[in-house]
């Protein structure tokens, strides 16, 4: 039979003294006589205790494990970051807790209550729709939470985005530099905070253009490729009433340039097209595709350093909000329009 592993209670009985004790003594929370810390040692040794470092942590009030909220871990987007976001903790020795949502609602409240109740130092959290107000309470109940990438309205938290207005600016820049006048948005809902800043960067490019208000169209989905898809079939259902299109994810753009081609429009010599992520192998597309790129390696290493770095006593520190540049990467899928 195998053999029952020595408990801290067996310690405590073979040393004459409390479990308590014994715990205080080998966390360090406790000074005791000599004698006393002399027959606890003893009992250590004599019956071959190894102490839990799980136990011990708890003991210490911490876990040295970050939870990590997701709502999908196949997009390359999200795998990217969580990647990045491991190589941190596992730089910090920390342990990483992993909990992919699919993007549900329920499924985010459910993690988040859950890991309220667990020994986890701290949460990453990451969404990817709009909040009607559950998320944000229950995130401002959990405690020492980052929200990361997409804003969680009234969450009273620390907030680490990318600089989503000026990637709508450069984009914008780009396409108006190669004559464009005419654009559409193809982003998701409205009430994100990243297609709301990524538009108005985009809108603001135009307008320094003097590009009439007329000239800037907008279709809002969901940030996938079937939304992408959708999206091209109604550009092309309306005549292509757009010369350019700013696609505001890398899913988006795959959709569109998916649809585009069946249909036999040719990029960018009937329309050009610039994406946003720039996470995948957009280099390898023909033409290969011009894209803003967020720093998303960048993005889960500060994540992380802001979990730890935040003074949780200070309610200015819990009222932060980070911007992570982005750049404009040019390929080949931008060219002046060849139609009026």
Known sequence: MKKRATSLKDVASLAGVSVTTVSRLLNGSIELPSQTKARIQSAID???????????????????????????????????????????????????????????????????????????????????????????????????????????????????????????????RHLVENGHRRVLYV????????????????????????VHVGGLLRYEGEYTVEFGRAAGRRFLREGM????????????????????????????????IIGFDDVGPLHLFAPSLTAIRQPVRAMGQRALALLIETNWEQPEDLLSEELLPVEIVVRNSVAPPSRT
Do not use: W
């Not at 998701?188 to 307008?207: C, D, F, H, V, W």
């Not at 753009?253 to 050009?272: F, K």
């Open 46 to 172: 004599d019956l071959e205790y190894s102490p839990n470092p799980h136990a011990r942590r708890l003991s210490r009030g911490r876990s040295d494990t970050i939870g990590l909220v997701v709502p999908d871990i196949a997009n390359p987007f999200f795998a990217t970051l969580v990647s990045a976001v491991e190589e941190e903790a596992d730089r910090r020795g920390l342990a990483l807790s992993l909990y992919a949502t699919l993007n549900r609602p329920g499924r985010e409240i459910a993690y988040l209550s859950a890991l309220a109740r667990n020994h986890v130092d701290g949460l990453l959290f990451v969404t990817n729709h709009p909040d009607d107000g559950e998320l944000a309470s229950l995130i401002n109940q959990t405690g020492k939470v980052v929200v990361v990438d997409e804003d969680v309205p009234n969450a009273m938290v620390p907030k680490l985005f990318c600089d989503n207005e000026q990637g709508g600016y450069l984009a914008g």
């Open 187 to 210: 982003g998701g809902p409205q009430q994100m905070i990243s297609t709301r800043r990524r538009y108005n960067g985009l809108e603001r490019a135009l307008k320094e253009a003097s």
């Open 241 to 272: 009433p757009a010369t350019a299109i700013f696609a505001s994810s890398d899913e988006i753009a795959i959709g569109l340039i998916e649809v585009l081609r069946e249909q036999g429009a040719s990029i960018p010599r009937e329309v050009s």
